[in-house]
C-alpha cells in the first residue's frame, strides 16, 4: 500500500473492492503530511501493524505544522517503531525485483526549486520544512517505467530523472498521482516540455494539480482520469 490517507476512507473503499487488509505486507509513506499519513491510525485500530513493514525517508515522522496548526503523521518515529517493522531509508529501497522506493529526491532541473511549506521539528529545532521526505514509487515494466507519485514538491521531472538513474531505465510508461503544480507559469511550461520528451504513453495527475494546469497538460499530454477502483494494466 503506498499511502493511507487522511481518514477512514481506505477502510471502506477496501471493503467495497473486496481487499483484504490483513494480507499487507509493506505500507509506503511517500510523505510525513497527515493527508497522506494518518489513515495509520485507523489501520492501526483494525488490523495488527507488527507484521507489517512500514517504508518510508527517515524524516517522515517529524513533527510539522503551518501556523499553529499540525499536519504531521499520526504517530512519532518512537511509536512507529514500536508498532511495527519500520524501515526509514533516505536512499533507494528495493521492495521486489521491479518496485522500489526511490527514498530522499535530489534536485536535477533548475526549474524544480524546492519551496519551503510549514516548519518541521528536526533533533528537537524547528525549522523551515523543505520536504525532503518528499518520495515515490517506481515499478519496472516491459514498456519502461511507471512512476506513483506523493504531492511531488520534490518535482515530478526531478522524481522521473532519479527514477530513471536509480532503475538504469529511460523509458517512462506513465506516472500516476500529485505533480504540485497549481499555476499557469514558466514552470508548468517547463514540466509540460519535459515530461513531453518522455515520449509516456500516459499520465494521471490527481493530487496536487489544479484543473487550469490540468488543462494546459492536456494539450500536449496523455491525460487520463483516475479515481478509486481504477485498474491499470501494462
Request: glycine share 8%; proline share 4%.
Amino acid at each position: 500500500m503506498l499511502d493511507t490517507g487522511y481518514s477512514d476512507i481506505l477502510l471502506s473503499n477496501a471493503r467495497k473492492m473486496g481487499i483484504d487488509l490483513f494480507q499487507l505486507t509493506h505500507i509506503v509513506l511517500s510523505l510525513g503530511h497527515n493527508d497522506h499519513s494518518n489513515g495509520l491510525r485507523y489501520l492501526d485500530n483494525t488490523i495488527p501493524l507488527s507484521g507489517l513493514k512500514v517504508i518510508s525517508h527517515p524524516g517522515c515522522f517529524n513533527q510539522k505544522t503551518v501556523g499553529n496548526q499540525s499536519i504531521g503523521a499520526p504517530f512519532s518515529e518512537e511509536e512507529i517503531r514500536s508498532k511495527s517493522n519500520y524501515i526509514p531509508s533516505e536512499t533507494p529501497l528495493f521492495l521486489s525485483e521491479n518496485c522500489v522506493f526511490l527514498g530522499q529526491i535530489p534536485q536535477k532541473n533548475d526549474f524544480e526549486i524546492r519551496s519551503p511549506f510549514g516548519r518541521v521539528n528536526v533533533n528537537g529545532e524547528w525549522q523551515d520544512d523543505y520536504l525532503l521526505d518528499d518520495s515515490a514509487v517506481a515499478l519496472k515494466t516491459p514498456k519502461g517505467l511507471f512512476l506513483i507519485s506523493s504531492c511531488s514538491h520534490s518535482g515530478i521531472c526531478n522524481v522521473v530523472e532519479y527514477a530513471k538513474e536509480v532503475c538504469k531505465e529511460d523509458r517512462i510508461a506513465g506516472i500516476l498521482g500529485g505533480f504540485h503544480l497549481f499555476d499557469v507559469n514558466d514552470r508548468l511550461t517547463r514540466t509540460i516540455e519535459y515530461l513531453e520528451s518522455c515520449h509516456l504513453e500516459r499520465i494521471y495527475p490527481c493530487h496536487c494539480v489544479s484543473l487550469l494546469a490540468k488543462a494546459k497538460m492536456m494539450e500536449k499530454l496523455p491525460v487520463f482520469e483516475t479515481g478509486v477502483g481504477l485498474t491499470i494494466d501494462l
